[in-house]
């Protein structure tokens, strides 16, 4: 079956490390996206990738950083630059950006708790 | 910029009653909306969307008209159940200029349905 996975489900971290969240996805996407999940604050992004072997700075990318080696991997690292990494991470693909209606498609997200 | 405002949660109904959760948006250009549902400790998954003015999308009995002239895109369903209990997400997404298809959401409204 085709989808985004994301590992692990829950990351648990100490103050001043940096951690590495994984996404993979096996629908032949172009595009995708890392969003930060706050109680009653919505999805944030952080970083997003047109295409492989480029990426752009979302509205909340202090802290963070991503490659884009392969198209179906956009691993996102949470720095110890980031002051507040607590939250919950999603990681999304879709067929394309500029593509009217192009639906995003959501894995099943990775929780991060600093210690 | 492009903004996404839902109506305040949390909802509260009791099963079989009427539902509408109020978005309302701002953005240049024609974007698309769209809905998207979480359920407890998972990504979101798209529930319904539309690409232009006067479309309306219905998904597992949920309706949504896109209303350009009240920039609007509320949701209803006639009558929910407690399966429907989750988080629902506006979102906005201009193809064009340099949005690259980013979506913007509201910060999502929680339902719950009660038997």
């Known amino acids: 079956d085709g989808g985004i996975t994301q590992s692990p489900k829950y990351l648990f971290r100490k103050e001043g490390q940096n951690v590495t969240l994984s996404c993979e996805q096996n629908?032949?996407?172009?595009?995708m996206y890392w969003y930060r999940q706050d109680p009653g604050q919505g999805l944030r992004l952080i970083y997003y990738s047109q295409i492989v072997n480029d990426f752009q700075k979302g509205d909340i990318a202090e802290g963070y950083s991503v490659s884009r080696e392969k198209k179906e991997s956009f691993p996102l690292t949470v720095t110890s630059a980031q002051k507040n990494p607590t939250a919950f991470y999603l990681c999304?693909?879709?067929?394309?950006?500029?593509?009217?209606?192009?639906?995003?498609?959501f894995g099943p997200g990775t929780r991060l708790t600093v210690l | 910029g492009d903004s996404v405002t839902q109506m305040e949660g949390p909802v509260t109904l009791s099963e079989e009653a009427f539902l509408t959760i109020n978005c309302t948006y701002t953005a240049t250009g024609y974007p698309s909306l769209f809905w998207y549902v979480q359920y407890p400790g998972e990504g979101l998954q798209l529930l319904l969307k539309?690409?232009?003015?006067?479309d309306k999308g219905s998904n597992k009995g949920f309706e949504a008209t896109y209303r350009k002239e009240t920039t609007s895109f509320h949701l209803e369903k006639g009558s929910v159940q407690v399966s429907d209990s989750a988080v629902y997400f506006c979102?906005?997404?201009?193809?064009?200029?340099?949005?690259?298809?980013?979506?913007?959401f509201g910060q999502g409204t929680i339902l719950t349905v009660h038997p």
């Open positions: 999304a693909s879709s067929t394309g950006t500029g593509v009217p209606g192009a639906e995003q498609f």
């Open positions: 629908l032949n996407h172009d595009a």
């Open positions: 539309a690409t232009k003015a006067d």
């Open positions: 979102g906005l997404a201009n193809a064009g200029g340099t949005s690259y298809g980013k979506l913007t």
